[in-house]
């Protein structure tokens, strides 16, 4: 719980009990402890209570104490994944850490704009000059209640960071210039093209690509991202447009120079081509298919070792599904011109037409052959497609009584339902019922009876339609006026 308060975020009992994969009430007596200890504090918002670490000492040594702790053993790709994010870039506190920090250290240190000094570091004249000119205020930063530079030992690096009020600063800015981003739910950051370039630039910093990083789909992923901002841009352009279009004091030409007035700079830069236009569905069939490979790398085993069938015929799904084996079989580079495409989301149809349209024909298997996966693994889900010999994917039909059995299991289930055994004896149940309900109406105490959970509405329409002929009809004593 420490650790993931390490990065200077207040978080409630609940999520701190998740990531320590305790139950609330435990995590509330560690965290009990730990507040006699002073190395948390409680802040409360209305009902919920949050908790954080005191300040930036706490955090420094739990950075030094975990650079002494052996390495956690990777048992899952997840696990790995975080633990190389973590490692790469993460908050220590409010300043940077992991192999970006190490190296923004020591490139600080090899330019000369720090000198060791006995108990840490001091900024040069050059260094103070070259962050000035990075558009940090050195002086503002000198003025904070801590210490202005000191070394950090990393946990991962085994080596130090740069901490303090200037290494806080510096990862403030960074952040500030879309350099960093944060990775949601953890203390990982991640460096942006924008930082990648900005760091080279005016630190000179290379940041080699990380395996992921230079991946297709990373690509594809980050170009979505690019999109996504853009249109979040043109949202706010929008609601500046329309707070001049909207405003009923202004005439046409008072509206046409407010909207000129927003800037032709900005007002150009929202225009987009077609390349530039998010998918409707985000991206993620083209995400996918940036990682074709892999799927293709036991997709066709897969397909070929299982036989499937259909509940319900004909099955489009079961078609496709079918030719896709026949394909694989006999290794087919292009889908025919008469595949199935009717079961195909609306939301991708762009991706199969756009690629048609452009001749581009082994695009369109990729995408259409992503779209029979993705829609065998719904009729799996649904029943509409199982596999025969599978005993969790069988067919529905195997887990209903058929007509031929159902005369034996009748007597068993009529006595584990309670209902009656002819439709006469069930006819006369109700009649029973209704007779009662009719009564009570009748006799003015309908409001404090309840009527049985499988028939709410029984009383409402009796209490509607309640009149002599149904007293009479059921022998009831009509309550006195």
């Not at 992503?370 to 509409?384: I, P």
């Not at 409402?460 to 009831?476: D, E, G, K, Q, Y």
Request: aromatic share 6%.
């Amino acid at each position: 719980m420490l650790t993931v308060l390490s990065d200077g975020r207040a978080l409630p009992l609940c999520e701190l009990a998740r990531e320590a994969g305790v139950r609330p009430p435990t995590a509330l007596s560690h965290l009990s402890k730990l507040l006699q200890a002073g190395l948390v504090v409680d802040e409360r918002c209305g009902r919920h209570r949050y908790f954080r670490l005191p300040g930036p000492q706490v955090a420094h040594a739990l950075e030094t104490l975990a650079s002494l702790a052996p390495h956690h053993k990777v048992s899952s790709l997840r696990t790995s994944l975080a633990a190389d994010d973590l490692a790469t870039a993460r908050t220590c506190y409010d300043h940077l850490a992991g192999q970006v920090g190490v190296a923004l250290h020591d490139v600080l240190l090899r330019e000369g704009w720090l000198s060791q000094v006995p108990g840490g570091y001091a900024l040069t004249p050059a260094g103070e000059e070259a962050l000035g000119s990075f558009g940090l205020d050195v002086e503002r930063v000198r003025q904070a209640r801590r210490t202005f530079i000191r070394p950090c030992l990393d946990w991962s690096e085994r080596t130090h960071h740069l901490g303090g009020a200037l290494g806080a600063a510096l990862t403030s800015h960074m952040m500030e210039l879309d350099w960093l981003d944060r990775v949601p739910d953890s203390r990982a950051v991640r460096v942006t093209p924008t930082g990648r370039q900005g760091l080279q630039s005016a630190f000179r910093l290379p940041l080699p690509e990380t395996n992921r990083e230079a991946g297709p789909r990373f690509k594809v992923a980050e170009r979505q991202a690019e999109l996504v901002k853009a249109d979040v841009a043109r949202l706010v352009l929008l609601d500046d447009i329309l707070g001049v279009v909207l405003d009923a004091d202004l005439d046409d030409a008072a509206v046409g120079a407010g909207v000129r007035g927003l800037g032709p700079e900005r007002l150009a830069g929202a225009a987009r081509g077609d390349d530039e236009r998010l998918p409707r569905d985000s991206g993620h069939l083209q995400v996918m298919e940036a990682s074709f490979s892999h799927v293709r790398s036991f997709a066709p085993q897969v397909l070929a070792a299982l036989a499937f069938s259909a509940s319900v015929v004909p099955s489009e799904v079961l078609d496709a599904v079918r030719l896709l084996q026949a394909m694989n079989a006999e290794g087919r580079r292009h889908a025919p011109d008469g595949a199935p495409v009717d079961f195909v989301p609306a939301r991708w149809r762009p991706y199969l037409d756009g690629a048609r349209a452009a001749g581009d024909e082994n695009r369109f298997k990729h995408y259409w052959e992503l779209c029979v996966l993705f829609a065998l693994q719904g009729g799996l889900r649904s029943g509409e497609i199982w596999v025969e010999g599978s005993r969790r994917y069988a067919n529905p039909a195997s887990y209903l009584i058929d007509a031929e059995t159902w005369p034996l299991h009748r007597p068993e289930v009529l006595e584990l339902t309670g209902m009656p055994a002819t439709f006469a004896e069930r006819l006369a149940v109700v009649d029973g019922e209704i007779s009662r309900y009719a009564c009570v109406v009748a006799q003015g105490s309908a409001s404090s009876y309840r009527a049985p959970r499988r028939s709410p509405r029984a009383t409402t329409r009796l209490v509607r339609s309640t009149s002599p002929a149904i007293t009479a009809r059921f022998n009831c004593r009509t309550p006195p006026p």
